[in-house]
């Protein structure tokens, strides 16, 4: 709902803010039943909300009296809720103009935290990606420029994605075993940057999604923001898929797209077998609910043969609502921003005028980068699956060392392990770690739903033996050295 004054002056800029209704505020925070005080666990489940990205800054927050219907609560306990957010910074206020969220100085919201570098000297355990080695960037980047020169006295832009690429990517789908052609492809700026086309043309606010939970957390955030409403179905790293969950859940929901992770699930590193991806496809089938796959992890098989493409096991014509989306990033680097999706060609037309109205096109540097790796992929692979085989056997011997009490299954592929830490103490390590120069995310921001997985731990391996090993070594300095009450209980940093 627009604000009736939408030029309102805020730390020296003019916001048009946007209110969040009452009802909507209600229905993302927690039963307090038996909580006291009320007020502020309410504060405490708001700011959290707001360091989370589910509720976003400069928001107008809901009337005290329309909140406190909806929470069927006083308007005095949502005076003292306000009056908390505000003198903890997560809340400003002007009179005539109400109460809209902020942060206190020096916060981000986790969202942006995650891609953020760590603190100087901190060991970064929150982002599961390599890096490519220095002679093979650098021989691309030289193999690039006379092409460069060429494309630098055209346009520029390219839509769908570089012809030269598109042919490329095509070429190694149909070499894993389903026929593929260039014009059922389309280059994107990133396995998110074609998760987020798809759910811009696809899908509408209120529409439902069938997600894993766990899942990787970038894809729920972008969901939460396209407002769609998720509805998660189990994936554990002992028993994977619960198969008949999935059948169930799309025949009773049936639900406008369901996301998938089926190859070294991120963050479990389960892989589906073959007899329950024919089961979700028909499952998916029939219901006419389209099928975005992730596919980013696929080449990461390290004890096992790389997976055929999902879609290979499709039924007869069943393959038309089937979306396979990938990258570079979990291959090569993150910083090379290149993905792709392959779909029906009438439907990669129509995201491509989709994407035209975000970003035109993407990078032609980056596009001949990757043009110019592809080709070389195996070489790479060769050393890096040997490298990240080593460093798993690393990781897993430091932990049962010096953390012999958590538990963990040893992933067929991927890039961490999913380590259950015996009791839900997962958010305030992950806050005290931070001291001991480590960064990591709890389970929970890999959750669908919230206040789960908060016994768990996503701890990748790409890192040397060594950097891994000194980073348990902290961890468990951190855990010997005892973590705050207000932190067990999943308290914001700041405390009234």
């Keep these: 709902m627009a604000d009736s004054n939408p030029s309102q002056l805020v730390g020296g800029m003019d916001r048009a803010k946007q209110t969040l209704g009452s009802r909507q505020l209600a229905a993302l925070l927690p039963d307090l039943a038996g909580m006291r005080p009320a007020y502020r666990h309410l504060a405490q489940a708001i700011s959290a909300l707001i360091l989370d990205g589910r509720v976003a800054l400069h928001v107008r927050l809901p009337a005290e009296r329309e909140l406190a219907v909806a929470l069927k609560t006083s308007r005095s306990t949502v005076t003292a809720v306000y009056d908390l957010l505000r003198e903890s910074g997560y809340a400003q206020s002007r009179q005539g103009s109400g109460t809209w969220t902020a942060l206190p100085e ?200 790389a997976p055929l493409p999902f879609v290979s096991h499709a039924p007869p014509n069943g393959a038309s609502k089937v979306i396979t989306i990938g990258s570079m990033s979990k291959t090569h680097w993150a910083g090379l921003r290149i993905g792709w999706l392959r779909a029906p060609s009438q439907l990669v037309t129509e995201l491509a005028g989709q994407r035209v109205a975000t970003t035109m096109g993407g990078s032609v540097v980056d596009q001949l980068l990757a043009l110019a790796l592809l080709p070389r992929a195996e070489e790479l692979m060769l050393s890096r699956l040997d490298q990240l085989r080593e460093q798993r056997a690393a990781l897993s011997a430091a932990l049962g060392e010096y953390l012999p009490e958590w538990t963990w299954q040893l992933p067929p592929g991927g890039l961490s392990l999913w380590v259950d830490l015996g009791e839900p103490i997962a958010s305030p390590l992950a806050e005290r770690v931070l001291d001991y120069g480590v960064r990591i995310e709890a389970g929970d921001c890999f959750a669908a739903d919230p206040g789960i997985f908060e016994q768990r731990l996503r701890i990748p391996y790409t890192m040397p033996p060594d950097t891994l090993r000194e980073a348990v070594h902290r961890m468990a300095a951190a855990l010997a050295d005892g973590l705050p009450r207000s932190s067990v209980t999943r308290q914001p940093r700041w405390v009234a």
């Design 106 to 305: 020096g916060r981000t919201p986790n969202g942006i935290t995650r891609l953020l570098g760590p603190q100087e000297s901190a060991i970064d355990l929150a982002r599961a990606a390599p890096g490519l080695p220095e002679q093979m960037l650098n021989e691309a980047l030289a193999h690039i420029a006379p092409q460069l020169a060429e494309h630098a006295c055209t346009p520029g832009y390219h839509p769908y994605g570089l012809p030269e690429l598109r042919a490329v990517i095509a070429e190694r789908f149909t070499r894993r075993g389903i026929m593929t052609m260039p014009e059922q492809i389309l280059v994107t700026s990133g396995a998110q940057h074609a998760l987020t086309l798809v759910m811009g043309l696809l899908c509408r606010p209120g529409d439902r999604v069938m997600v894993e939970t766990p899942s990787y957390p970038t894809a729920l955030d972008a969901m939460r923001r396209a407002r769609l409403r998720t509805v998660s179905v189990p994936v554990t790293d002992t028993g994977g898929w619960d198969i008949e969950i999935m059948e169930s859940t799309l025949r009773q929901v049936v639900p406008q797209l369901s996301y998938l992770i089926p190859d070294f699930q991120n963050p479990t590193g389960g892989l589906m077998p073959d007899d329950d991806r024919i089961r979700v496809l028909r499952a998916a089938q029939r219901c006419d609910t389209w099928l975005v796959v992730d596919e980013t992890m696929t080449d990461l098989a390290l004890d096992v043969p």
